[in-house]
C-alpha cells in the first residue's frame, strides 16, 4: 500500500496543507496589517492546497476499490 504513487502524492498534498496553515498562523501571530495581510493569502492558499488534498484523497480511495484492495 505504501508503494501506491497516488498515496504518496495525497500524504505530500497533506503535508503541504499543514505547512501552509503553519505558516499562515505564524504570519497572523506577527499581527499588524501586513501580517494580516500574509495571515489571510496564505489561508486562501490553504484552502485551494486543502481542496486539492481532499481530491486527491478521494482519487485513491476510488481507485483502490476498483482495484479490489
Known amino acids: ?5 497516488l498515496l504518496i502524492i495525497a500524504l505530500v498534498a497533506c503535508a503541504i496543507v499543514l505547512i501552509i496553515l503553519l505558516m ?34 478521494l482519487a485513491f480511495v476510488y481507485f483502490r476499490r476498483q482495484a479490489g484492495g
Open 1 to 5: 500500500m505504501t508503494d501506491d504513487p
Open 24 to 57: 499562515g498562523i505564524n504570519a497572523f501571530r506577527k499581527g499588524g496589517v501586513e501580517g494580516s495581510k500574509q495571515s489571510n493569502r496564505l489561508m486562501q492558499w490553504r484552502i485551494g492546497a486543502q481542496f486539492v488534498a481532499v481530491l486527491l484523497i
